[in-house]
């Protein structure tokens, strides 16, 4: 036995139960695992210091998320230290196992609806969220920079200059200068059908469960609504996606074409990041399942790089011939 799991054993039975109580599941894209408590709706995560997991973020962004009087799940029991953490289980309703053609308009909507709460309490509450790190052109750059070193390089063996990384980055400043995105609210992310939960015990708002939000920062309104609606693990139809597009827009009071704009340059960057991120998870961690969304991931680049604002990118990218994003 491992000393991680003696002191996941100790932590579960500092909280009141036994080590056969506690069921592994699925685990995401970072170092954390969870488990259910058996016959409990109970999770145990365990986010590993050493591996750059932080429960502290966690619990932060989760009270600020009570704030808003939105749904994260409630914490009973944590040990910072060695970064273990007891919470409510939101079960088995996540929106990827859930959606299908009768409900998607609906849950969509929903979803759509707290991003505006979000950005309204933002504004608000700015105090409350004024201390979290802001979704800089670095961050943003730095994320992307993904996409070539794991993607372009490793996967498709592809040789990139110092040269050619500088102009890349140069393109990706210059885009988010001439857009100057708003940084005013909470971004979670990583909004998408895997982290958005319909809770039954609820109403309102509080109907959607959210989870994944250890990273959230302060951004652009419009961060979040492009995970939603340009997800690699759900694509929409094109119909209601402009209808949820409209909708959030309208709240906002700001020019369409400028907001679709800035959707798309998000979607680029965040698809970009993706590409990078799910061939690291491959190439490194030999998680293989994330390479299924890599075709969705190009599709939703092919899209969104036809707008002739960023020609440049697609200029960029006409060096290298072994992938297919153009």
Known sequence: ???????LYNFVLNCGFKEEDIIPIKNDASFRKYYR?????????????????????????????????????????????LGFMLLEDFG?????????????SKLYKKAIEVLIEINKQSKSK????????????????NESLLFIDWYLEKRKGELVSSDQKKEFIKIL????NNINPESSTLVL?????????????QKSLKQIGLIDFQDAVIGSPLY?????????????????????????????SINVQDAEQEMRFFSIQRNLKILGIFCRLS??????????????AVKLLRKNLQDPFFINLVNWLKQFKNHELI
Request: net charge positive; hydrophobic share 35%.
């Open 173 to 176: 400043n210059d885009f988010y």
């Open 92 to 104: 088995q309703t996540s929106f990827s196992n859930i959606l299908n053609k009768n409900n998607e």
């Open 37 to 81: 408590i058996k016959n409990k709706k109970l999770i145990v995560m365990d986010a590993p210091p050493d591996k750059g997991e932080s429960i502290e973020q966690f619990r932060t962004i989760a009270d600020i998320i009570h704030t808003f009087n939105l749904s994260a799940p409630q914490i009973v029991s944590f040990d910072t230290k």
């Open 283 to 296: 190439i490194r961690d030999k998680k293989d399942v994330y390479l299924k969304y890599l075709p969705n």
């Open 189 to 201: 992310r990583d909004y998408h059908v895997d982290n958005l939960f319909f809770l039954n015990n």
């Open 126 to 141: 700015e105090k409350k969220i004024s201390k979290l790190k802001s979704y800089s052109i670095d961050l943003l750059v």
């Open 1 to 7: 036995m491992s000393n991680r799991d003696l002191n």
């Open 224 to 252: 979040d609504l492009a995970s939603l609606l340009e997800d690699v693990r759900r694509p929409l139809r094109r119909n209601l996606q402009k209808k949820l597009l409209e909708i959030y827009i309208k709240s906002l």
